[in-house]
């Protein structure tokens, strides 16, 4: 009778990692998130990419707790932020600050574990982080990298479910953004729940298995780096036509979904949203060949979402 | 349903006793405040050279008497109660620089409560405090001009560091209220200006008339009172002890009040 039934632990389980529904923050006449919906499960690896001042500091501040939402609601793990972060359940590395200068390094992450009613061991953290070589040194002179892996190794102590990273690498070089990634990574591999904010496109693209496009305060995209690049700029299908006519060119204009038709030569580029159809209108219905189907970059879709008045 | 279910992990954790409070944390912040050579020579060396340089040790001082023992007994109770003031000042507005450095953020990503750190502030605060009045003591006690009956030692000593609390929740309030590294060199002034209000660098009826009567209602006045009870014979003065309580209610609301606006804009 006593027993938990392995569906019930597995509801429970369920509640989502993050939960923001209507999320609003003001900072005067600024509102900096206007009613931001956004639900991450466990196990997610999340890319909350945007430009400056897109509202992704102040989100996930509210995620964690550091500021309230005008209004709105936040959960993270069915509770509020701040009983999470008690709980342990969600840490955090922020952009820049948040470390005493004169103490070392092992120092520091001692001393966040004391605040904690359960922690891995320092030395298992500073070994994760990579920075166990470096344990006897003042946080002073640290690398701008070293002390972001500092930052890593105290957000890894109480075991969280999350790790929230609050444009973890602004002002690192190309070797200590490499490193910093690579410690990130293998710990995900765990099965953490990991939600960063970046404005590196490529970091998005490379790290996150979701990204989420954050603009004026709102999501504007949300999905996988293939369909955000998809979904906004279309994909572009080349082929070659010997000898297409101008008329013939028209008609692919015409397809649905097709937003541009480039002709260079006997190779005719198409933009469209729907690759596919168009893939199968030349392929089987002229005499196109050599086709390639290609992702315009997530630069691309990036602008065209982030910027006002575009089309998306 | 589902949505509504905290989630099993959160069942799994604990929140630390205390509101995070712990002995690591007091020992690694007595430990930094202990390693900063600025506020090393402010709170331990300065006491007892002053104790040295306004004449603890002249012919005169040793033969005047002061209640149960001399003038060298008085400066002694006094340089203690200047430590233990500085010390207790240092320790509070540290948390100016922590709020600087946006370390005070980092802590609020912990469980740590905010009444647990102030409370560890303020015994950091008191750890330092005892180390210093301990050495003008130790420094008046080898130097051998001074000279009060045993007890009277031990409890002007006690008084001297307890008394001096009411420093620890102004530093606290400053450490709130000004948002600068360099809190302690505009606090320096400050407690140098309040020590001779309060009649610890020279007994007040040295001062005219309108200035005693304000001294009275200074912060360092009513520590200073009470530290120099015993040695004086004066018993136990309430208006002093009012002093002590007023000071420190009113820069312990002070500080709660500035906390409150510090963590409702962050």
Redesign the interface.
Known sequence: MTQTTPRE?T??????AV?LRGLTKRFGTVTAVDGLDLTIQ?GEIVAVLGPNGAGKTSTI?MM????RPDAGTV?V???SPR???????V??V?Q????????TVA?TV?????????TRPVAEVLERAGLTEKAGRRVAQCSGGEQQRLRFA?ALL?EP?LIVLDEPTTGMDVEGRREFWNAIRADAERGRTVVFATHYLDEADAYADRIVLVSGGRVVADGTAAEIKARTAGRLVTATWAGISTPEAVALRALRGVEDVELRGDTVLVRAADSDAVARHLLTTTPARDLQITSRGLEDAFLALTTPGAPS | ??????????AD?????LG?F????LR?EV??LL??RRTMVFTLVMPPAFYLLFGGLSEAYRTDSAGRGNVSAYLVISFAVYGSMLANTSAGASVAV?RA???S????????NPVAYMVTKVLTAMVVGALSVAIVNVVGLVTGAAHMPGWVWVVSALVAWLGAIVFAAFGLFIGYLVPSENVMQLLGPVLALLALMGGIFVPLDQLNHTLQDVAKFTPAYGVGVLARAALLDTGVDVAAIANVVVWTALFAAGAVWRFRRDTAR?
Do not use: C, I, Y
């Open positions: 632990a509801a429970a389980t369920r509640a989502p939960a466990p501040d964690l707790g550091l500021s959960e793990f069915g509770t009983s999470a972060v008690a709980h342990g359940l840490t955090a922020m820049s600050g948040g470390l005493l200068k004169d103490l120092e001692e001393l966040t574990a004391a605040l904690f009613a359960h105290m109480p479910e | 349903m589902t949505a509504a279910v905290p989630s099993a992990a959160l954790r604990r929140v630390p006793p995070g712990s002995l690591t944390f690694l430990r930094r390693r900063n922590e450095l946006g370390w953020r980092q802590l609020r990503l912990t469980p740590l962050v």
